[in-house]
DNA sequence: GGGCTGACCTACT
DNA sequence: CAGTAGGCCAGCC
């Protein structure tokens, strides 16, 4: 099983592709990247893996938020501008630099077994 | 080997 | 909601 061993850099092809994979208007927390990514528990490593790609990367790392779906970066952050910009500019309503998961949030296959009946009340 | 840092998470106070 | 504490992952000194 040579599988088991990944490098740093597969690990992070492996992050990458997961952000890759999520379709405008729907953002992903940190935690939930890294799990696809069979990550467990690695969402810090997400954090430092979207840090060293390029910035003219394919890699949409505006579409990864924090666990309360949250911008990570500071309020008065360019990155937390741009980040905000871009999010809204795919129809994702950014609210004092927080995302609703509720309706943004993406989860994969498990949409229905989740969220597929939110609750009506808070 | 130890200690610090980072685009983190969960839980408690 | 803010602050604190412990726990993850990896890299660097």
């Known amino acids: 099983m040579a599988t088991k061993a990944r490098s740093t850099e597969q690990r992070c092809e492996a992050v990458w592709t997961v952000v890759r994979g999520i379709p405008p208007g729907r953002v992903m927390t940190y935690g939930q990247v890294a799990d696809m990514a069979g990550l467990a528990r690695g969402a810090r490593f997400v954090g ?45 309503r950014v609210c004092r630099g927080r995302v609703d998961l509720r309706e943004f949030g993406w989860h994969d296959a498990l949409d229905h077994l989740l969220w597929g009946e939110p609750p009506a009340d808070d």
């Open 48 to 92: 430092w893996a979207l840090g060293r790609l390029a910035a003219d990367s394919d890699v949409p790392w505006h579409r990864v938020l924090g666990a309360p779906g949250r911008i990570s970066f500071a309020r008065d952050s360019e990155a937390f501008r741009r980040q905000r910009d871009r999010l809204q500019a795919e129809r994702v």
